[in-house]
């Protein structure tokens, strides 16, 4: 089986009630990281920079870069805790 190539994409916490969110190509913030848009690494950075952008108070607080794969129409974060951040919490 061939290996996923690994992109990049946006996430943060909803500033309202501290939900992770991811950034999907239109600029909305949404729960759900199948959604999110993702980007090659040369990208990351434009990406994130278009995140923070716009008149305070953003929607999010501290959005940054994550590594994921996309899984056809799944999308899988590469480090265990936005694993959990993607999943809810564990209890």
């Given at each position: 089986?061939?290996?996923?190539e690994?992109?990049?994409?946006?996430?943060?916490?909803?500033?309202?009630?501290g939900?992770p969110?991811y950034?999907?190509a239109?600029?909305?913030?949404?729960?759900a990281?199948d959604?999110?848009?993702l980007v090659p690494?040369?990208?990351?950075?434009?990406?994130?920079?278009a995140?923070q952008?716009g008149?305070?108070?953003?929607p999010?607080?501290a959005?940054?870069?994550?590594?994921?794969?996309?899984?056809?129409?799944?999308v899988?974060p590469?480090?265990l805790r936005?694993?959990?951040r993607?999943?809810?919490p564990?209890?």
């Amino acid at each position: 089986m061939a290996q996923s190539e690994v992109l990049r994409l946006v996430t943060a916490n909803r500033l309202r009630d501290g939900v992770p969110v991811y950034r999907t190509a239109q600029g909305c913030w949404v729960t759900a990281i199948d959604r999110a848009t993702l980007v090659p690494e040369a990208e990351a950075d434009a990406l994130l920079a278009a995140s923070q952008a716009g008149p305070p108070p953003l929607p999010v607080v501290a959005p940054y870069i994550i590594e994921a794969v996309r899984e056809g129409p799944k999308v899988e974060p590469v480090a265990l805790r936005e694993q959990i951040r993607a999943s809810g919490p564990t209890v």
